[in-house]
């Protein structure tokens, strides 16, 4: 019988990251490094930013391949399907491996960014402001198009 060092034990050598059991999702979201760590995992899914399979998501419950699952994160939203179990944290070519990315392409910077007016220049003229709407692509919207309904008759009752 060939004897094991403790060193050699510790190390894990001969296990793979591939769990036996069931996996947490919190612990999931860890290992593929969706979040820096396991408690930031749990405190999103406390938070509500995180979705299995389209419900909420408690950080303890259990994750599968095949799930989806959609997390809220800073500037974007992520959907990954499930294609295999980590307990522990692995690297990041490794945890490309556990899961496909179905995630929309995230918005550009440059699109993100508010104009800023310069300190002291007031308050926008209209202009100006019409011109931030176009900019933010932000339909101005119409003024009255109610009233100027020819069939809009403010006296009728809608039954």
């Known amino acids: 019988m060939p004897s094991v060092t403790p060193s050699a034990r510790r190390s894990g050598s001969g296990s793979s990251t591939t769990p036996a059991g069931p996996v947490r999702l919190d612990a999931w979201l860890w290992g593929v490094r969706m979040y820096k760590t ?5 405190t999103a899914c ?3 930013h995180v979705r299995l399979n389209g419900q909420p998501a ?9 799930d989806t699952i ?3 994160l800073p500037g974007r939203e992520r959907i990954l399907e499930v294609t295999g179990l980590v307990a522990k944290r692995v690297g990041a070519p490794e945890a490309v491996r556990h899961y496909l990315d179905h995630s929309p392409e995230p918005v550009p910077r440059e ?3 508010v104009p800023r007016r310069d300190r002291g220049a007031g308050r926008p003229t209209k202009r100006d402001r019409r011109q931030l709407d176009r900019l933010r692509s932000r339909a101005v919207p119409e003024h009255d198009s109610v009233l ?3 069939g ?3 006296g009728l009752d809608p039954e």
């Not at 950080?59 to 599968?64: D, E, R």
């Open 46 to 48: 406390r938070a509500g």
């Open 70 to 72: 959609r997390l809220r």
């Open 58 to 66: 408690k950080a303890a419950q259990p994750v599968k391949p095949g």
């Open 152 to 154: 809009f008759d403010p």
């Open 111 to 113: 699109l993100l960014a």
């Open 148 to 150: 100027r309904d020819p």
């Open 38 to 42: 396991r408690s930031a995992a749990t």
